[in-house]
């Protein structure tokens, strides 16, 4: 409520002109009263998207004009803070989705523990991708049981940058088509099924970067990731998110216009680079558990995939056991 009452008081000043004014600065040349709520609605809908969302809904206080301005913002961010103001935030995620007028989504951004609510939570993502969402960046925690994403996510023609944090087992839909998704990072998930994992990186046709944090591989033995316009591939490897599940899984990458390569961690996958003649750039700071001959081979069929890089960095890490495991 303080804060409503400052934003009107606020306004209130805007609107009321101080005693002593310059002529072409709180007046129009021709002496008529100027204001913010002068503007046309194009001009307040680009200023107010510089508003963090909360504050964006504020302004609906201002005036009868102002009451619905921010539903057309293009950019929606819902970051839980602390626990005890979880309630607060998924009662706001609703009202602002509810009261969202036709205008496309640019970003939408949901951080938050999801305990009971997995099906509130896929009603805001799916209502996201009906307002023609561009940028999806979705962070869930604390998650109870499955989380089924919605469908129509694999299949949302607008999307061009999807990031998911969700530790959990990833359940796959059968169609799947990201045909503008050119940037994806997936963390902390476990990939579960051997072909819908490969169907799911062979139909993003203008992937460019692609980066997997802390994933596992689960009980996969062979996955084959294909994807043809990948420009960029960064894998970080030291959390997995189900330590019951092995590792070992063997990924062979093919991305034949592959030019940067990043490798962070302790060799949990067995992954090898496929014909990565166009590779520019690579860097390996692998750390490796224990030395044995599993882990040396590990090692050895990724360095052998990067025999045409131009420009190669190695951590000392990986160069002592190299060494180690040579003698």
């Known amino acids: 409520?303080?804060?409503?009452?400052?934003?009107?008081?606020?306004?209130?000043?805007?609107?009321?002109?101080?005693?002593?004014?310059?002529?072409n600065e709180e007046e129009g040349i021709d002496g008529s009263r100027k204001c913010l709520g002068d503007l046309p609605e194009e001009v307040l809908r680009h200023i107010l998207s510089f508003l963090?969302?909360?504050?964006?809904?504020?302004?609906?206080?201002?005036?009868?004009r102002w009451e619905y301005l921010w539903a057309s913002i293009p950019d929606l961010d819902f970051e839980q803070s602390f626990l005890d103001k979880?309630?607060?935030?998924?009662?706001?995620?609703?009202?602002?989705?509810?009261?969202?007028?036709?205008?496309?989504?640019?970003?939408?951004?949901?951080?938050?523990?999801?305990?009971?609510?997995?099906?509130?939570?896929n009603t805001w993502i799916s209502a996201a991708v009906r307002h023609n969402v561009r940028e999806?960046?979705?962070?869930?925690?604390?998650?109870?049981?499955?989380?089924?994403?919605?469908?129509?996510?694999?299949?949302?023609?607008?999307?061009t940058s999807l990031h998911l944090c969700m530790?959990?087992?990833?359940?796959?839909?059968?169609?799947?088509?990201?045909?503008?998704?050119?940037?994806?990072?997936?963390?902390?998930?476990?990939f579960s099924d051997e072909y819908l994992t490969q169907q799911f990186f062979s139909r993003l046709p203008a992937l460019e970067k692609l980066c997997l944090q802390d994933c596992s591989w689960g009980s996969l033995?062979?996955?084959?990731?294909?994807?043809?316009?990948?420009?960029?591939?960064?894998?970080?490897?030291?959390?997995?998110?189900?330590?019951?599940y092995g590792d070992g899984c063997q990924i062979m990458i093919f991305a034949f216009g592959l030019k940067e390569f990043v490798y962070n961690g302790e060799l949990h996958g067995d992954y090898s680079l496929c014909k990565s003649f166009s590779l520019e750039e690579a860097e390996i700071d692998a750390i490796p558990d224990d030395t044995s001959a599993q882990i040396a081979?590990?090692?050895?069929?990724?360095?052998?995939?990067?025999?045409?890089?131009?420009?190669?960095?190695?951590?000392?890490?990986?160069?002592?056991?190299?060494?180690?495991?040579?003698l």
Request: proline residues 5%; positive net charge; glycine residues 2%.
């Open 1 to 23: 409520m303080r804060r409503a009452i400052s934003i009107m008081e606020t306004n209130c000043l805007i609107q009321e002109p101080r005693k002593k004014q310059k002529p």
């Open 52 to 64: 963090l969302t909360k504050d964006a809904v504020r302004t609906s206080v201002l005036s009868k």
């Open 86 to 121: 979880r309630n607060i935030l998924m009662n706001f995620v609703e009202r602002v989705l509810c009261l969202r007028d036709s205008y496309a989504i640019n970003r939408f951004t949901l951080a938050c523990d999801v305990l009971l609510d997995a099906s509130r939570v």
């Open 136 to 159: 999806l960046y979705i962070k869930l925690y604390d998650l109870k049981g499955e989380f089924p994403l919605p469908c129509c996510l694999f299949t949302c023609k607008t999307l």
């Open 167 to 190: 530790p959990i087992i990833l359940k796959l839909p059968t169609t799947i088509c990201l045909s503008n998704l050119k940037t994806l990072t997936i963390e902390s998930v476990t």
């Open 221 to 244: 033995k062979v996955v084959r990731l294909s994807t043809p316009k990948l420009r960029s591939l960064s894998i970080t490897e030291f959390e997995r998110p189900n330590s019951s």
């Open 297 to 326: 081979h590990r090692m050895y069929k990724l360095l052998i995939g990067l025999s045409n890089v131009k420009f190669l960095r190695l951590s000392g890490e990986v160069v002592w056991v190299w060494l180690l495991l040579s």
